[in-house]
């Protein structure tokens, strides 16, 4: 049972229980059957209770096997599902006491499946769970007459309705109760960066209207890519996880106005990882995480961390990058004055194709509606 604690994924705890149940189920009815023959209080034979013992004994070798092979090397529960249709079916087999009805475990089977939140999984086991128990119908079937093989049909598909049903009322609910939890997370985050923003602002002598300023500046400049989809929380989290990861570097690098060493700028490259240390591997946040880890990519392969090139940065890195080099040269620093936005704009015009994307250059020219350089070919004039 120390697995089913310690894991929180939903599905092993499911996997887990099954196996774990029906060998308390085998074992406990094999106990109750040796006090009964022992009392003399049933008719059934010794060699009936060792059946059953068998039965409990390979029911936990089951269990054990599963636990530990099974569990812990693959994420997909179709082993799982599986081993517990073998199980089953080695079961309603072997049969020791003869129960006239032990097939029907494969009618309950679905309705356990569909537990899983898995299309596939259980239309894949619950399928031949509802063959199984059809073959066991046809195979009985000069014991039965044509309404009760009706009725067992009738069983089977009542079954699998009811899986169905259960598996799109668990989709539903599970989908508002996720989305409902990612969306109190992601205000608990924001407030917690929120927090951080006054020990910034004290720390690295900047305004936090970079926040806003920087959000509203990638919102627009991804307008005008249309199939790239991001959403605006995305946008507010990763303005607002940027500004926040300066929190990493000393103090002493924001007024240093020389040359970086080789130290100080590894330690300048570290609040790139800010997103993973905070959200590790939650994908709800990969676009942000992967946004700020690779915004100082340059599009000649020669950024930082991972020397990216071209298209293998990723667009909203890409608007991080130029948007963040646009209001650091025209925000006042310690060690300068502010550049203008025609001055600023034109250094970022000579580094397209060198730091960014000549059409990340173009847009981000209709974004700010600056005068374009002839630098950077095709440019419109000003929009507006």
Same mark, same amino acid.
């Given at each position: 049972?120390?697995?089913?604690?310690?894991?929180?994924?939903?599905?092993?705890?499911?996997?887990?229980?099954?196996?774990?149940?029906?060998?308390?189920?085998?074992?406990?009815?094999?106990?109750?059957?040796?006090?009964?023959?022992?009392?003399?209080?049933?008719?059934?034979?010794?060699?009936?209770?060792?059946?059953?013992?068998?039965?409990?004994?390979? *029911?936990?070798?089951?269990?054990?096997?599963?636990?530990?092979?099974?569990?812990?090397?693959?994420? *997909?529960?179709?082993?799982?599902?599986?081993?517990?249709?073998?199980?089953?079916?080695?079961?309603?087999?072997?049969?020791?006491?003869?129960?006239?009805?032990?097939?029907?475990?494969?009618?309950?089977?679905?309705?356990?499946?569909?537990?899983?939140?898995?299309?596939?999984?259980?239309?894949?086991?619950?399928?031949?769970?509802?063959?199984?128990?059809?073959?066991?119908?046809?195979?009985?079937?000069?014991?039965?007459?044509?309404?009760?093989?009706?009725?067992?049909?009738?069983?089977?598909?009542?079954?699998?309705?009811?899986?169905?049903?259960?598996?799109?009322?668990? *989709?539903?609910?599970?989908?508002?109760?996720?989305?409902?939890?990612?969306?109190?997370?992601?205000?608990?985050?924001?407030?917690?960066?929120?927090?951080?923003?006054?020990?910034?602002?004290?720390?690295?002598?900047?305004?936090?209207?970079?926040?806003?300023?920087?959000?509203?500046?990638?919102?627009?400049?991804?307008?005008?890519?249309?199939?790239?989809?991001?959403?605006?929380?995305?946008?507010?989290?990763?303005?607002?996880?940027?500004?926040? *990861?300066?929190?990493?570097?000393?103090?002493?690098?924001?007024?240093?106005?020389?040359?970086?060493?080789?130290?100080?700028?590894?330690?300048?490259?570290?609040?790139?990882?800010?997103?993973?240390?905070?959200?590790?591997?939650?994908?709800?946040?990969?676009?942000?995480?992967?946004?700020?880890?690779?915004?100082?990519?340059?599009?000649?392969?020669?950024?930082?961390?991972?020397?990216?090139?071209?298209?293998?940065?990723?667009?909203?890195?890409?608007?991080?990058?130029?948007?963040?080099?646009?209001?650091?040269?025209?925000?006042?620093?310690?060690?300068?004055?502010?550049?203008?936005?025609?001055?600023?704009?034109?250094?970022?015009?000579?580094?397209?194709?060198?730091?960014?994307?000549?059409?990340?250059?173009?847009?981000?020219?209709?974004?700010?509606?600056?005068?374009?350089?002839?630098?950077?070919?095709?440019?419109?004039?000003?929009?507006?």
């Amino acid at each position: 049972m120390e697995l089913r604690k310690r894991k929180g994924n939903h599905t092993e705890v499911l996997a887990d229980s099954m196996f774990y149940w029906l060998s308390v189920l085998v074992t406990a009815g094999a106990a109750m059957a040796v006090f009964l023959v022992s009392a003399g209080l049933v008719s059934s034979t010794w060699s009936n209770v060792i059946g059953l013992t068998i039965c409990g004994a390979v *029911s936990w070798t089951v269990y054990f096997l599963h636990q530990r092979y099974v569990l812990p090397d693959t994420d *997909s529960r179709h082993p799982s599902a599986f081993l517990g249709i073998a199980l089953l079916l080695f079961l309603c087999l072997y049969n020791p006491l003869e129960f006239t009805g032990i097939w029907n475990v494969f009618l309950i089977y679905p309705l356990y499946l569909s537990f899983f939140h898995e299309k596939w999984l259980l239309f894949t086991w619950g399928t031949i769970s509802g063959l199984v128990y059809l073959l066991s119908v046809v195979a009985g079937m000069e014991q039965h007459a044509l309404m009760d093989v009706f009725a067992h049909v009738t069983l089977a598909m009542g079954s699998v309705i009811c899986a169905w049903l259960g598996f799109f009322s668990l *989709s539903k609910w599970v989908g508002g109760a996720k989305r409902e939890a990612d969306i109190k997370k992601r205000e608990y985050v924001m407030s917690l960066l929120n927090e951080l923003v006054p020990v910034v602002e004290r720390k690295t002598h900047t305004s936090s209207r970079e926040i806003e300023q920087m959000g509203r500046l990638i919102k627009r400049l991804l307008q005008e890519f249309p199939e790239e989809t991001v959403s605006d929380w995305e946008i507010n989290l990763l303005s607002l996880l940027h500004y926040v *990861s300066r929190i990493k570097w000393p103090d002493y690098l924001f007024e240093k106005e020389g040359k970086l060493t080789t130290y100080e700028y590894q330690l300048i490259q570290e609040h790139c990882y800010m997103g993973t240390e905070l959200f590790k591997d939650d994908p709800s946040y990969q676009r942000v995480i992967t946004a700020l880890r690779h915004h100082h990519e340059r599009y000649d392969g020669t950024g930082y961390p991972a020397q990216l090139k071209e298209k293998e940065i990723p667009l909203l890195a890409q608007a991080l990058g130029i948007v963040e080099c646009f209001i650091a040269m025209t925000a006042v620093r310690a060690y300068r004055g502010p550049f203008t936005v025609e001055e600023a704009y034109e250094q970022i015009c000579l580094m397209a194709g060198t730091a960014y994307d000549e059409q990340i250059v173009q847009a981000f020219t209709r974004t700010v509606q600056i005068q374009a350089s002839k630098r950077v070919p095709d440019v419109p004039p000003m929009v507006g």
